[in-house]
């Protein structure tokens, strides 16, 4: 609902942005819903967290819209908390996207003390894909971070081509195991990605 928010929203204040070749930062915007989102030149935008020491972000692409409005000038560490926090509880950042390849977290489920994942995955990649990695970082119930992992979520056999993930593909990932997570912090699914890689042939 709030992710169908933000895409009506930066429909609605699109506005005269000048284009350039090369994706660069053009505007902070602080959005009705609370989210803060950087917006590039090359129609992609992140959500993001500042302060005046870290930043922040996991990025989501958006083809069609881009917006400007208010810049954000707070640093206020409280208000930059506040605003990531509603973000993870809404589960806006458990979905990323590099290279035309979109990742969003789709179910948890637990077998002892070992955590299994599964993702979702679609391409608009014009080749096939191999393997895409992630960032995956796990939130308490208070959206404190407890864990930070790097996980193969696609994973094509180099000799078999009918197991990469082609362009118009939406495929799910196999269950992913992941050792070293609290079963008892971990109890509402909060986390994010961040696409760290993918690789085509």
Do not use: C
């Not at 819209?65 to 908390?81: E, G, H």
């Amino acid at each position: 609902m709030q992710s169908h928010y933000l895409q009506s929203a930066l429909l609605i204040l699109f506005s005269s942005i000048t284009f350039t070749v090369n994706a660069a930062s053009i505007a902070t915007v602080t959005l009705d819903n609370g989210a803060t989102v950087l917006l590039h030149d090359d129609n992609t935008w992140e959500y993001i967290a500042i302060n005046s020491k870290t930043a922040n972000s996991v990025t989501n692409k958006q083809t069609s819209a881009v917006a400007t409005s208010t810049v954000l000038t707070t640093t206020d560490p409280t208000q930059v908390k506040s605003n990531k926090s509603s973000l993870i509880q809404a589960g806006l950042l458990n979905t990323a996207v590099k290279n035309d390849v979109k990742v969003t977290f789709n179910d948890a489920i637990w077998k002892d003390q070992s955590l299994g994942l599964t993702f979702t995955l679609s391409s608009k990649n014009p080749d096939g894909v191999v393997i895409v990695k992630a960032n995956v970082t796990f939130y308490d119930n208070q959206t404190n971070q407890i864990a930070e992992k790097t996980l193969n979520v696609w994973q094509a056999s180099y000799r078999l081509p009918e197991t990469y993930l082609r362009k118009g593909d939406s495929r799910d990932s196999r269950v992913i195991w992941v050792e070293g997570i609290n079963k008892t912090q971990w109890t509402n699914n909060l986390l994010s990605l961040k696409i760290i890689e993918v690789e085509t042939r």
